[in-house]
């Protein structure tokens, strides 16, 4: 080790969609987590990959920069560089995966390629209470809902998983159907707070196993809509609004939760996370702390700041792959489409 050996300094690198951000953690505590977001996408309604790309060129030196000295430390500090390698936008990956195999190789110090799941997973670390070994994990982001079983060692069996589109995504294109802008969860999610989640009941799609489907429900949003002429749907987006966003979360939730329930009662689980950037929204964190409740499990939720992208999760699950003697080559490429292993 660089440092005095007492607690490893690790510099966390995320780059895979439009958040440049950089971190630094030691084994006792967060150094440092510097996000920078890309409003450019905003008027495109998503995320635009050339712009994202071009924009992380921009951004990852001042950003890594800003990390480490709010963190108080050097370069020459660092024990271990760890990286997003996928899943994610190809160019964004390259951005900071080129730029984390050059800082590491200049340094001396190991690279540490890191699954984009796989820091949401073990994002709930980040700040006490961590669970225990082994937990369940409920991760729904923009592009990924999955159940996975966590265990020590670095050893995940993936459950379940959505078989078309993730939740966020269904957030996302469902906002687009209903006027509102761009990211699109935490809009619906503040207008249900003020909402009827009882005014319309839209169809909750059920698969055996802990598999998800959230295809139908934005489709069944788009029909409902559909039935109404120009005049009625604008008067409905205007007088309704807070109560069909509602009426649709519920829905998600409601089919978020059904497979996590069945998941806790067969695995027996005693400990469940729950993370990603769909954590974030506020009836899914009260429908999962209602299920821990009822079932009896500890329940772990990474804090709001760390349930978006963000480099701490990306540092800290290097972190744990690094004690676990998982280190990359130089030759690491970006895996856009990768999956959880």
Known sequence: MKNDGSSPLLLGIESSCDDTSAAVVARDALRSNVVSSQRVHAGFGGVVPELASRAHQR????????ALEEAGVTRADLDAVAVTYGPGLAGSLLVGLSFAKAFAFGLGVPLVGVNHLEGHIYSVFIEPPAPPFPYLCLVVSGGHTELVLVEEGFRHTRLGRTRDDAAGEAFDKVAKLLGLGYPGGP???RLAATGDPAFRTFPRTRLPGFDFSFSGIKTSVLYYLNKFSEEERAALLTNRLPDLAAAFQQAVVDMLIDPLRRAVR?????????????????????AAETLGREEGFGLYMPPLAYCMDNAAMIAVTGRFKLEAGLTSPLTLTAEPGLALR
């Open 187 to 189: 809009e619906i999610d």
């Open 59 to 66: 951004l990852i030196v001042p950003v890594v920069e800003a």
């Open 266 to 286: 067969e695995t027996g689980a005693r400990h469940v996370a729950v993370v990603g950037g769909v954590s974030a929204n506020t009836a899914l964190r009260a």
